[in-house]
Every structure is written in structure tokens, then in C-alpha cells.
């Protein structure tokens, strides 16, 4: 029975090791709310919106008086952004 266990443990560490375990998941939102929260269009180029991310992040950071939480929406509304204009790159 103990062999079971230790077997079964190593099972589940391999398991996450191997899919990245839960640390490593992707967050991330919709295009819509991104674009609402950073004030940018679905035309805009990366300067654009790179810019608005500056002046918003600078008022939402928390050594700003902002919370984290603001902070990481606004970082992570930023990446989907980019990351979508990579995507339209085909890059």
C-alpha cells in the first residue's frame, strides 16, 4: 500500500511538472475590455497603445496610490493588446 502512494505521488508531481502546474497558467481577458481599459481603439498601433498603459499605469501603481490590482489588470490589458497585434502581424 505505501509503494501505491509514493507511486501515486510521483504520478501527480510528474503531472504538474510536465502541464506547468497551476503557477503557470495564462491569464488573461477579453479584447473588448482590454481596449475599455486602456481607452484604445481596435485600429490603434503599439505606440498608442503602449502610451495609454504610461498614463494610466502611472496613476493605478501602487506607489501611486493605486492597488496591485489595478496595476496587474492594466499590465495584463496591455499584453493582450500586443499580443494581438503580433497575432494580426502573423509574427
Given at each position: 500500500?505505501?509503494?501505491?502512494?509514493?507511486?501515486?505521488?510521483?504520478?501527480?508531481?510528474a503531472?504538474?511538472?510536465?502541464?506547468?502546474?497551476?503557477?503557470?497558467?495564462?491569464?488573461?481577458?477579453p479584447?473588448?475590455?482590454?481596449?475599455?481599459?486602456?481607452?484604445?481603439?481596435?485600429?490603434?498601433?503599439?505606440?498608442?497603445?503602449?502610451?495609454?498603459?504610461?498614463?494610466?499605469?502611472?496613476?493605478?501603481?501602487?506607489?501611486?496610490?493605486?492597488?496591485?490590482?489595478?496595476?496587474?489588470?492594466?499590465?495584463?490589458?496591455?499584453?493582450?493588446?500586443?499580443?494581438?497585434?503580433?497575432?494580426?502581424?502573423?509574427?
Amino acid at each position: 500500500m505505501g509503494k501505491l502512494i509514493v507511486l501515486l505521488a510521483l504520478g501527480a508531481i510528474a503531472y504538474f511538472w510536465w502541464t506547468g502546474g497551476a503557477a503557470r497558467r495564462r491569464v488573461t481577458m477579453p479584447l473588448s475590455e482590454a481596449r475599455s481599459l486602456l481607452g484604445v481603439t481596435p485600429g490603434d498601433d503599439a505606440e498608442t497603445i503602449r502610451a495609454a498603459h504610461r498614463r494610466i499605469i502611472a496613476r493605478v501603481h501602487p506607489d501611486a496610490g493605486g492597488t496591485p490590482e489595478l496595476a496587474r489588470r492594466t499590465n495584463l490589458a496591455r499584453d493582450v493588446l500586443l499580443a494581438e497585434l503580433e497575432r494580426g502581424r502573423g509574427n
